[in-house]
């Protein structure tokens, strides 16, 4: 059998150290208000023990309610860490539902098929006349969609695949130009694209939604959901 090198005791403390540290989190961040109170309590604890009166040393009850009162604390903020897993946890499986969904997300990409094709526009206030107009890869003008009155917000529309003469537009990529007016005045307006949830992935503040292709998107950043 192979002999375990020995190592010294200086080797030793520094890996301690370092595993403690990592523990503690102290390498870059700070130590949270539960560690710094369990730090006092457990040195306020030590000094009392230490300069205590030999002829009236502390009670062994009192001693062990100190130490159950720190291990509530200690539980306390554990059951809130568990609790914000399980938040994190219940968020991704509710989510999961939107997988297969097809979403509205800013763009000016429209996808043509043989069905048809869908796309969306954001308004910032109501609009008396709101248009859209479709480009194809050349950028020549393939279609002009009348979508009429629209109050503020996000309004999704189909388009049939025809265009302005008639003709049935081949299957591709086609680009969306919004315009929308309120009384003969410009209203701030965005196109939007169709894209489709393919999975729930953990994001650093939460569920966030993997598109395909498209990325991954923040709930805040998806403006409609379609049934």
């Not at 591709?172 to 965005?190: C, L, Q, W």
């Amino acid at each position: 059998m192979s002999a375990i090198p020995a190592t010294s005791d200086a080797t030793t403390a520094t890996r301690a150290d370092a595993i403690l540290a990592r523990l503690g989190g102290r390498q870059g961040s700070t130590a949270s208000a539960t560690d710094e109170m369990q730090n006092r309590f457990l040195t306020l604890l030590t000094t009392q023990l230490k300069n205590q009166d030999p002829l009236n040393p502390m009670d062994n009850a009192e001693v062990t309610s100190q130490l159950a009162q720190m291990s509530t604390v200690q539980g306390i903020e554990n059951l809130n860490k568990m609790f914000q897993q399980f938040l994190d946890t219940n968020s991704v499986s509710e989510l999961s539902a939107l997988v297969g969904r097809g979403v509205l997300i800013e763009g000016e990409r429209l996808e043509l098929t043989q069905a048809g094709g869908v796309g969306g526009v954001e308004l910032a206030q109501p609009a008396d006349q709101v248009t859209v107009t479709l480009f194809d890869a050349n950028g020549l003008p393939v279609r002009k969609l009348d979508l009429g009155a629209l109050e503020a917000g996000t309004h999704n529309f189909v388009w049939d695949g025809r265009a302005d003469d008639g003709q049935i537009a081949a299957p591709g990529t086609y680009r969306m130009v919004i315009e929308a007016k309120s009384n003969g005045d410009p209203v701030a307006a965005k196109a939007l694209q169709l894209a489709q949830v393919t999975a729930v992935v953990r994001g650093p503040n939460g569920a966030d939604l993997q598109l395909g292709s498209d990325g991954v998107y923040r709930l805040d950043e998806i403006k409609q959901v379609l049934s």
